[in-house]
């Protein structure tokens, strides 16, 4: 694998939630401020309250059906119906009502104006809510409006409309079939008094005072009277069937497209035809359910339209076989009464030449009478009929509910505003933050440091750590450094347990000088001998830690000025010395020789068990790596979440080109309160420590 190619890790759930614990902060603004928004503008919302009535929305029949008891009642439930009255309700002509019969126009309107009853439509349409109650006959009609007192009457008004609107039109239905009965019954009244002062002429001309059937002289023909009776009678008969078949087939030849297949069972009474219908509207159910959820090239809706498409083909088929059928049946009825007028004809002339010649006419009128009479009398029976199914009672429409005020309000609705700003201030908080955090590049854990830097980490150093001298040998800190120091002899890189180390960091301000005081002094703890030298000598900071004099040091020694001995103090510490880094001449040039740093760490490492240098940063400074090049091991210092990690590759690179032995990376200054598995890493040296210091202090108390 090359430099510039690292490994890549699955992302853990820890991973994810860490990047939100250190970014709390971000996350809790945007909540904050979301939420403070969210309330605020809900604040500012006009409120709207509701109001419901529920209607039960049936077929049009009577409540009690006299002449058919036993559907009496017998509402079947058809969708196809409660959809188109479904749409019926929300159609202009009963909201224009709904808006006349409130006067809306003048309500809405502004300073006095009647508002344009095409804009009071579209406010009452936007404020209305009209949904089905799933497999049952209920219409639930909802008003929102910010006066709950006129979402009320909204509400009742349109519920009142409909029905009102529903009964208007089933009764102008039946007054007009009443008015063309009664027009009927008119004209056959007239014929009926027509025949009737025909045979009463005919009586008072031929002198009849007794009736043909009972005429004394008769009695030789009575079986000739019989039969012209019979056939008389069956004339009538085939006359009537004759008329019926013909005005069921005028009616049905009148008829096409959705009229006929609406009508043809009704009139045909054909049950295949009436199967076929039943079918096709349990297709228009299916298909409705189907486009409901999928678009209309969805395979089952292709399919289902389809085979409605065939059976519809078929019933028209059916019904055009209806249509030759009913005017065969016409035919045949025609046939039949003509045939029987004929024979009637042929009897009546035979008898002509038995009876007298003044019976023939008057017989005939009578008849004609009789046929006239029977007609009007089931005018009379079906006006009748009419007129008590007109009086019966009628609800097509129920009202189930009606609508009432409201005393709180369904809009702005605070509770769930705050819960949707709750969440979207989480998720534009959460989103921010990861945002953020895939911008950020620095190092933030230990695995960043093995998957980017490939190298082990031997330490872990929380925040706000200071120097030990000034925590004292019992700080909850100096476990940190102690692991460090025993990760460093146990590495597996095969580094030396004793020598010269350099502490290193990409970039200024990362914490090595602590870092490095700290390790000496631990390693002096340790009893070994150890000497520190401050090696930064642009930056030096290692004698202000231990407040001595920074005027003799690394530099007078490197200019072969003073010896190396004369320049190593000796500390409050015990098994710790110092060598300052001395003031930095006006030209540094030659300073720091090679072949002089060389020297000076070969006799160093003679006289000590652990020598440590303090070095400038590693990226910019050439100082680091003249010094690095001379050690036992390098130590490298990256800072928790500060610079990009490019940077700290870039000095690990350099490391390698120089070929200095890396003995690994001390993570410092991590914010255990933000990262879970640094709390309780800390957390446990910190109580480990806290035990220790009981120990060889049992006079404190816990």
């Known amino acids: 694998?090359?430099?510039?190619?690292?490994?890549?890790?699955?992302?853990?759930?820890?991973?994810?939630?860490?990047?939100?614990?250190?970014?709390?902060?971000?996350?809790?603004?945007?909540?904050?401020l979301v939420v403070i928004t969210g309330t605020a503008y809900t604040f500012t919302l006009p409120k709207i309250y509701a109001s419901q009535a529920r209607i039960e929305v049936n077929n049009d029949s009577v409540d009690i059906d006299p002449f058919n008891p036993a559907m009496s009642g017998a509402r079947g439930y058809d969708p196809y119906f409660l959809r188109t009255q479904f749409e019926i309700i929300q159609s202009k002509p009963i909201l224009y009502e709904v808006i006349n019969r409130l006067n809306l126009q003048e309500v809405w309107g502004e300073k006095g104006e009647k508002l344009p009853k095409e804009i009071a439509y579209k406010i009452l349409r936007s404020s209305l809510d009209i949904s089905q109650y799933r497999d049952t006959s209920l219409i639930s009609l909802t008003a929102q409006r910010q006066d709950p007192k006129e979402a009320a009457r909204i509400a009742n008004e349109l519920a009142d409309v409909y029905r009102d609107a529903r009964l208007d039109l089933k009764y102008k239905e039946m007054t007009r079939a009443m008015d063309a009965l009664n027009n009927e019954l008119e004209k056959q009244q007239a014929k009926v008094d027509l025949a009737s002062e025909r045979v009463e002429d005919l009586r008072q001309k031929l002198d009849i005072t007794v009736l043909p059937g009972t005429f004394s002289g008769q009695g030789e023909n009575s079986i000739d009277k019989l039969r012209l009776q019979q056939l008389e009678g069956d004339r009538v008969s085939a006359r009537i069937d004759m008329l019926v078949a013909k005005a069921r087939y005028e009616q049905l030849d009148s008829l096409e497209?959705?009229?006929?297949?609406?009508?043809?069972?009704?009139?045909?009474?054909?049950?295949?035809?009436?199967?076929?219908?039943?079918?096709?509207?349990?297709?228009?159910?299916?298909?409705?359910?189907?486009?409901?959820?999928?678009?209309?090239?969805?395979?089952?809706?292709?399919?289902?339209?389809?085979?409605?498409?065939?059976?519809?083909g078929k019933l028209k088929r059916a019904l055009e076989g209806v249509k030759k059928g009913t005017q065969a049946q016409y035919i045949i009825a025609k046939s039949k009464f003509d045939a029987l007028e004929e024979e009637l004809r042929g009897v009546k002339s035979s008898d002509q030449e038995t009876q007298r010649d003044k019976f023939v006419p008057f017989n005939k009128a009578q008849q004609e009478l009789e046929l006239q009479r029977s007609i009007m009398n089931a005018l009379k029976s079906r006006i009748a009929q009419e007129g008590i199914t007109l009086k019966v009672p009628r609800t097509p429409v129920e009202?189930?509910?009606?609508?009432?005020?409201?005393?709180?309000?369904?809009?702005?609705?605070?509770?769930?505003?705050?819960?949707?700003?709750?969440?979207i201030g989480l998720g534009s908080g959460v989103g921010l933050a990861y945002f953020i955090e895939y911008l950020d590049t620095s190092i933030?854990?230990?695995?960043?440091?093995?998957?980017?830097?490939?190298?082990?980490?031997?330490g872990l150093v929380p925040q706000k750590v200071r120097p030990l001298i000034e925590e004292g040998p019992d700080s909850e800190h100096g476990e940190a450094y102690r692991v460090l120091r025993t990760n460093m002899a146990f590495t597996d890189v095969g580094g030396p347990r004793k020598g010269a180390f350099a502490v290193l960091s990409g970039g200024a301000g990362e914490g090595k000088s602590t870092t490095a005081f700290n390790l000496a002094y631990t390693c002096a703890q340790q009893g070994e001998k150890v000497l520190l030298v401050d090696a930064d000598l642009r930056r030096p900071v290692q004698h202000t830690i231990l407040g001595v004099s920074n005027r003799f040091g690394l530099t007078n020694v490197l200019l072969r000025d003073v010896p190396v001995e004369e320049t190593i103090k000796t500390t409050s510490v015990p098994n710790l010395h110092f060598l300052p880094s001395g003031r930095l001449p006006r030209t540094s040039l030659g300073v720091l020789d090679p072949k002089r740093i060389s020297e000076l760490v070969h006799s160093l490492k003679m006289k000590y068990d652990i020598v440590v240098f303090d070095t400038p940063p590693l990226v910019g400074i050439s100082d680091s790596a003249i010094i690095a090049k001379e050690m036992d091991g390098v130590l490298l210092v990256v800072q928790y979440r500060k610079y990009p990690r490019d940077m700290i590759i870039r000095a690990k690179q350099m490391l390698d080109t120089l070929g200095?032995?890396?003995?690994?990376?001390?993570?410092?200054?991590?914010?255990i309160m933000r990262d879970d598995y640094y709390y309780y890493y800390h957390s446990y040296y910190s109580n480990y420590d806290y035990y220790r210091s009981q120990e060889t202090n049992p006079q404190v108390e816990a």
């Open 399 to 423: 009202i189930v509910d009606s609508a009432e005020e409201s005393s709180r309000p369904v809009s702005p609705n605070l509770i769930l505003n705050v819960l949707m700003s709750i969440f």
């Open 444 to 458: 933030k854990t230990a695995d960043d440091v093995e998957r980017w830097i490939e190298l082990p980490v031997l």
């Open 660 to 671: 200095v032995l890396q003995v690994g990376v001390v993570l410092n200054n991590i914010n």
């Open 1 to 32: 694998m090359s430099e510039n190619q690292k490994k890549e890790t699955t992302l853990h759930f820890l991973d994810y939630w860490r990047g939100i614990r250190s970014r709390k902060e971000i996350v809790l603004a945007v909540l904050f």
């Open 257 to 312: 497209g959705d009229d006929l297949l609406t009508a043809s069972a009704y009139i045909s009474q054909d049950p295949f035809v009436e199967s076929m219908r039943t079918q096709i509207k349990d297709y228009d159910v299916a298909l409705t359910s189907l486009l409901e959820n999928y678009g209309p090239n969805y395979p089952d809706v292709k399919q289902t339209q389809a085979a409605r498409d065939e059976l519809v």
